[in-house]
């Protein structure tokens, strides 16, 4: 099945590149400015420096990728800035690498980035604390491209726990309600479960490499193939841990929804556009370990495609606004994994760059219509609004048949090659799986759409009084990004068309091939009209659900009954967590303070103090504070003493 | 003929030693109490001096020499102390000064 593994990738031109420490300077500064300075600036200045530095770090990266396309393919650009971790074994550097992966990374994270900023600027114009807030999203920068640019696992991990940090603070960032502090909390803890798998990894992956090493990923991949496999297919589990918490795959994505209780722009920058798809790079990263771990290659598989339908599924009944979207990215990157475990790595980035545009574009769009309904973002109160923000909508619209996989537009193209690669690797039941989430997909993106900018308005009369088009901050990236979801497919030619898989090819060097089987144009056009058709009959259903008959939806629900409970309710996931493993914890921890903490560990402390006490209270009568008494004291000791020699 | 052996020098040292430690424990004024101790000093010197005699050794009388030059610090220091505490409390009873008790 596996035509002719390659472990490593191709040797690689290194060229060394002294400025690659700019693209991470720059999110730097504007850390630091934003947060000993922001508040003694002022917005003007925050608004300035903050989209300013991003954009700085882009034109870097852009100039460095541009470099990249001139040296031969499967180049490296580098930078070690100095040694970090030397201990026996181990040498860690602080160092950079900037290949085609995480150039391709690193364009998104700043190009995507910058524009979520530009947007953030006039979204979180009314925020008191504004400055504390780009402080975060510069960090959340910093952390990101040291994920996608640090050239060995040690530093990749800074980068990985650091988006950790920020997707806290940010989705708490209004923590005065509770629900907000308890979502960022929530977050927290389940991404340190998959933090833990990853650190695994990166233990027994180091335990069973020999002699000295820094982890760099140029090591792993020259000595993977002296790993006993076995070993490798427990690493690949183990890492495919941390990429569930961080990524939200199931069992591990029950954050995620939550996670949309921060500012909009921070779920699209980081739980749509970036942050997310950490693990996807890292797998993809990995890519040299997994496909001689064909085992976890299938499981990848296999999750990834269970979580696109399952979070598809939630989708359909979702009411706000935001959460569709979320249960949508959950399932997109579903998709992502579904690549990586067939073996289609390029495909999966290639779905991960489409996604970050029209998922971006999705959320700051909902963020410009949550705007414009003075933080409405219940669906059931919406509708109408195409008149009323003729910008949002066009872009949102655009972004709606991106993500629907209508031909043409960059959804299309990603998914389409997902689909198509899970298809070839003969894996029929999850290319079925994939197909039918695209179908979901296409239904609860319309109804989303139907239900928010057509109709009538459901909204009370001040609302509606006050809806309003998003300021130019707000638009403009929306127009970029929409540009960018209809153009982005095109680097992706399915069937040799024109120029063909560029990014396929761009990024293949440095992925490891898994035996990409082709499938004849005939087979190609029928999947393709297979997902395409199956889209288009979801798009169908919603418009006949939301649109031509808006009883339809209530009389099916009435008739699904028990069914349609369970789907509504998120299948009652959070409460089965809360139930098995929340409760017990809580109630293991109570028992545990109870009778160890208090029961144990206070009552030997407290007992050791009492004893000291006690024999205090007894032996203070001998010092009567009578000088006579300690004579005679003194006077029996000396007798006892020379009675003691005389006898001997 | 009674001679004056050096036992006599040892049993009037003991005795006076007795009655010094005896005035120690049973008297209640401290300076009483401090003369005392001066009489066990010097009990202790008598000893010192008649064993050096008999012995045909001055390491006795070095001894001595040590012991006063103690008793005379200690009774400047020891007086001092007396002073204070009678200026605080206006007693010299032992009973009395019992500010240390725990």
Not at chain 1, 139 to 149: E, H, I, R, S
Not at chain 1, 287 to 315: D, Q
Not at chain 2, 66 to 78: R, S, Y
Request: net charge neutral.
């Amino acid at each position: 099945m596996h035509q002719a593994a390659s472990n490593a990738p191709a040797a690689a031109l290194l060229v060394h590149a002294g400025y690659l420490w700019l693209i991470l300077a720059l999110p730097l500064f504007g850390v630091l400015f934003n947060l000993f300075l922001g508040k003694r600036a002022g917005k003007a200045a925050v608004s300035l420096v903050a989209p300013g530095v991003v954009g700085a770090a882009f034109v870097v990266a852009c100039y460095a990728f541009v470099q990249l396309l001139s040296l031969p393919p499967g180049s490296a650009l580098t930078q070690t800035l100095y040694p970090w971790i030397h201990a026996g074994n181990l040498a860690v550097n602080v160092a950079f690498r900037l290949d085609a992966l995480s150039g391709t990374m690193v364009m998104i994270v700043t190009g995507v980035g910058f524009l979520i900023h530009v947007y953030s600027v006039g979204y979180m114009h009314e925020d008191e604390r504004y400055s504390r807030y780009f402080t975060y999203l510069n960090l959340f920068t910093l952390a990101m491209l040291t994920l996608v640019l640090g050239d060995s696992l040690p530093l990749l991990f800074v980068g990985w726990e650091g988006v950790g940090v920020c997707s806290y603070l940010l989705i708490g960032f209004w923590f005065s309600e509770t629900a907000n502090a308890a979502a960022g909390k929530k977050a927290f803890v389940v991404n340190r479960i998959g933090d833990a798998g990853f650190l695994l990894a990166v233990f027994l992956l180091f335990w069973h490499m020999g002699g000295a090493n820094g982890l760099r990923f140029d090591e792993i991949a020259a000595q993977v193939d002296q790993i006993p496999p076995h070993i490798l297919t427990a690493v690949g589990l183990l890492f495919f841990v941390g990429a569930m918490g961080k990524s939200a795959q199931l069992p591990l994505y029950v954050w995620l929804p939550d996670a949309m209780a921060g500012p909009t722009p921070v779920s699209a920058l980081i739980h749509a556009a970036t942050m997310v798809t950490a693990g996807v790079y890292l797998i993809a990263r990995m890519s040299f370990l997994y496909v001689l771990a064909p085992g976890a290659l299938e499981v990848v598989a296999i999750v990834g495609a269970l979580t696109a339908l399952f979070a598809a599924s939630i989708g359909l009944l979702q009411t706000d606004i935001k959460k569709v979207l979320a249960y949508s990215t959950v399932s997109q990157l579903g998709y992502m994994f579904l690549a990586l475990g067939v073996g289609a790595f390029s495909a999966a980035i290639f779905h991960l760059m489409t996604h970050a545009f029209f998922k971006g574009l999705l959320f700051l769009g909902a963020g410009s219509v949550i705007h414009g309904m003075s933080g409405e973002q219940d669906m059931r109160k919406m509708g109408g609004l195409r008149t009323h923000m003729p910008v949002t909508f066009r872009t949102f619209f655009i972004g709606t048949i991106a993500i629907a996989g209508i031909p043409g537009f960059a959804g299309f193209f990603s998914k389409d090659l997902v689909l198509a690669s899970a298809f070839a690797e003969g894996h029929i039941g999850l290319w079925f799986i994939g197909v039918l989430a695209a179908g979901m997909t296409a239904f609860y993106m319309f109804r989303l759409l139907f239900m928010t900018f057509y109709g009538e308005c459901r909204a009370d009369e001040k609302t509606k009084h006050h809806i309003h088009e998003s300021p130019k901050t707000m638009t403009v990236p929306l127009v970029v990004l929409a540009i960018l979801s209809i153009v982005g497919g095109y680097i992706s030619l399915p069937m040799h068309l024109l120029w063909g898989d560029k990014l396929g090819e761009f990024l293949a060097p440095v992925l490891a091939a898994h035996g990409v089987h082709h499938l004849s144009i005939p087979l190609e056009l029928a999947l393709m009209a297979t997902s395409v058709s199956v889209a288009a009959s979801g798009i169908a259903l919603a418009y006949l659900f939301y649109v031509a008959r808006p009883e339809l939806p209530g009389q099916l629900a009435e008739q699904a009954g028990a069914l349609y409970k369970v789907v509504l309710n998120k299948y009652y996931v959070d409460e089965i967590y809360d139930a098995a493993i929340v409760r017990p914890t809580l109630y293991g921890s109570r028992m545990l303070w109870r009778w160890f903490d208090v029961a144990v560990i206070d009552a030997a402390v407290n007992g050791v103090a009492a004893f000291v006490a006690g024999n205090a209270r007894v032996w203070r009568r001998v010092q009567t504070g009578n000088v006579q008494h300690y004579a005679a004291s003194l006077l029996v000791g000396a007798a006892v003493v020379l009675a003691y020699y005389a006898l001997l | 003929m009674n001679v004056v052996t050096v036992e006599w020098y040892l049993a009037l040292g003991a005795l006076l030693f007795t009655i010094g430690a005896l005035g120690v424990m049973l008297r209640r004024n401290v300076i009483v109490m401090f003369m005392s101790i001066e009489l066990m000093l010097n009990a202790v010197n008598l000893v010192f001096v008649a064993l050096a005699r008999h012995l045909h050794s001055v390491d006795g009388q070095v001894a001595v020499f040590f012991v006063m030059t103690v008793a005379a610090a200690e009774a400047a220091v020891g007086l001092a102390i007396i002073i204070a505490a009678f200026r605080n409390r206006e007693t010299v009873n032992a009973d009395e000064l019992n500010w240390l008790r725990g």
